[in-house]
């Protein structure tokens, strides 16, 4: 219906509605996602990195995309629009939303990563690509007013490095050939290879590697710890080894075992439990006390 609608979960009812941004052709195409919170950013993330809970902390927003490049910032609870602002960025442009800041760069060659106040949406430059050959790849905010992307020259995923830019500082960059997912874990930065060989490597807010080529798929625990298995993750069932990693040096806290029999793409975790589809069931294992 080319709309926002906020529903009462209590009862189904429709609490509130605006209609979608138009542009001069009358298309009303959108993206909507919320602004995440430092304490959602320090518990469990899925695989991509997204926080599992992305509703901890107050005041509940959405930051909506146009059709027509403007930004608006609304109010979950009443729907009222708290900030808004025009040419902002293109409905394929990479866009995150953290605490008090917005954080866009655009989806093409010599771009400019740009931090906008979530209140005034006033613009910071926090970075800008050094030549024409050079295009986004993955962006998170990895940090207090600080972002970390991906950069990719020519498309050539081996040369891949990671950007972070804070407000005020000069950015740094390093090396990540092959890197596919960013997963912020305060400064640090958990960075993936995506492909069947996946690697996991944790690097320090300089760039210096805690854990070097880790094989597997690493995930966010909380802001402390990773839970890394040891192959990618799959439908079909199959057994799965479980590590735990500490996130402040990069060292293996524990190799907590198999989940035997699972399709390891259900699985679920919290910072104690962690639930996986299987043939006919779900198991449950903890790997943590209360």
């Known amino acids: 219906e080319k709309r926002v609608v906020g529903l009462d979960l209590r009862t189904g009812r429709e609490a509130w509605s605006r209609p979608n941004p138009r ?5 009303a195409r959108t993206t909507v996602l919320p602004v995440h919170t430092d304490e959602a950013a320090a518990g469990p993330a899925y695989l991509d ?7 901890q902390g107050e005041g509940r927003r959405l930051v909506q995309v146009g059709a027509d490049r403007s930004v608006r910032v609304l109010d979950m609870d009443s729907g009222g629009i708290v900030g808004q602002r025009g040419n902002v960025a293109d409905l394929d442009d990479l866009v995150v939303a953290h605490e008090d800041r917005l954080y866009v760069a655009a989806d093409e060659g010599g771009y400019q990563l740009l931090a906008y106040d979530l209140t005034a949406l006033s613009a910071v430059v926090l970075y800008r690509a050094p030549d024409e050959r050079r295009r986004p790849k993955a962006l998170v905010a990895c940090g207090e007013h600080r972002a970390c992307l991906l950069e990719v020259p020519d498309g050539k995923a081996e040369e891949t490095t ?10 740094k960059s390093w090396g990540a050939p092959d890197a596919t997912v960013l997963v912020p874990l305060g400064e640090r930065l958990l960075v993936r290879t995506g492909d069947s060989s996946a690697t996991s490597t944790l690097f320090d807010a300089t760039g210096t590697p805690l854990l070097r080529d880790r094989r597997g798929v690493a995930a966010r625990l909380d802001a402390g710890n990773l839970l890394v298995f040891d192959k990618p993750p799959s439908t079909f069932e199959d057994d799965r080894s479980l590590a735990g990693v500490w996130a402040e040096n990069g060292e293996v806290a524990a190799e907590l075992g198999q989940l035997p029999g699972v399709r390891s793409s259900s699985c679920s975790w919290n910072t104690r439990v962690i639930v996986c589809g299987a043939e006919k069931d779900f198991v449950i294992y903890r790997f943590a006390p209360d």
């Open 23 to 27: 542009d001069q052709y009358d298309g």
């Open 162 to 171: 990671v950007v972070a830019a804070a407000e005020g500082k000069a950015a």
């Open 49 to 55: 990195g997204g926080p599992r809970d992305p509703w």
